[in-house]
């Protein structure tokens, strides 16, 4: 065509080759659009602002531009595969779903969700704040190679808080053969209180374990530092021992 072209409703798989100008009135869809910036120039109109568009531009989500916005708020499922995202998703504000998260990468300053969060991979390290941030649930999983205490999480204080912190752990000496001697478990509960600036710790209100003649020499330590607490483990030198570790913090 070597005039104008308008459309008054939606197009579709059609291809135009014009050069005039080609105007629509509804729905554009776009397939297999080049990400090629000298490919692709669209000019753009909307209530009378005019504006040029090219691939870098329209911010399209590929494997190697990976989508960033200051917030999203979803009102169905995010799960990778149908029409969202294929690779991680970067968020510098909060996060919002009304309905299931699973099978995508999330970078955000919060996440609050109504529907279920699923994480797949080997290792898990997040922060899940519940309600009024009253509580916060920590969940990691860490390997250790010697016997030289590891950080598994650090734990934020407020001034003029108390804090009742619960901490589960299972491990496991992965380089040894298989048995109940190369297994331990443990169930802590302990109060911590920042009174003005610096976190310090009050009682052992439980402390419970189970350990395997082959870790008997394994620890876990809650440390303080400054306003922060640490959840730490010690493994054994020249061992692989596998961690998982569960945190509730209650804040008063």
């Known amino acids: 065509m070597t005039g ?3 459309f008054s409703s939606q197009l579709s798989g059609t291809t135009i080759t014009t050069s005039g100008a080609t105007t629509i009135g509804g729905q554009l869809t776009i397939d297999n659009i080049p990400n090629n910036d000298t490919l692709t120039y669209l000019l753009a ?14 911010n399209i989500p590929t494997s190697a531009n990976a989508p960033t916005y200051a917030g999203l708020t979803l009102n169905g499922g995010l799960n990778g595969t149908s029409g969202n995202f294929s690779t991680t998703l970067q968020v510098t504000g909060a996060v919002t779903l009304s309905s299931g998260l699973s099978g995508t990468t999330i970078t955000a300053s919060s996440l609050t969700t109504s529907g279920d969060i699923t994480c797949e991979g080997n290792s898990v390290n997040a922060a899940i704040a519940a309600v009024n941030n009253l509580m916060t649930q920590y969940l990691g999983s860490v390997t250790t190679t010697n016997a030289t205490a590891t ?9 003029g808080k108390s804090y009742l912190i619960e901490t589960y752990y299972s491990a496991w000496n992965s380089t040894a053969s298989a048995s109940t001697n190369n297994a331990a478990v443990g169930r802590y509960m302990e ?24 870790l ?7 440390t303080v530092s400054g306003s922060n607490i640490l959840v730490q483990v010690t493994g054994l030198a020249s061992t692989n021992i596998v961690w998982n570790v569960h945190c509730e913090v209650l804040v008063s």
């Not at 109109?45 to 329209?58: A, D, E, I, M, T």
């Not at 911590?192 to 976190?199: I, L, P, R, T, W």
């Open 216 to 222: 008997s020499a394994i620890t876990t330590e809650r």
């Open 151 to 159: 950080t598994v999480f650090t734990i934020p204080t407020s001034s």
């Open 45 to 58: 109109s909307n209530s009378g602002v005019v504006s040029y568009r090219n691939y870098s531009s329209l």
């Open 4 to 6: 104008n072209v308008t």
């Open 191 to 214: 109060m911590y209180v920042n009174a003005s600036g610096s976190v310090a710790y009050i009682t052992t209100l439980m402390n419970n374990t189970n350990t395997g003649s082959g």
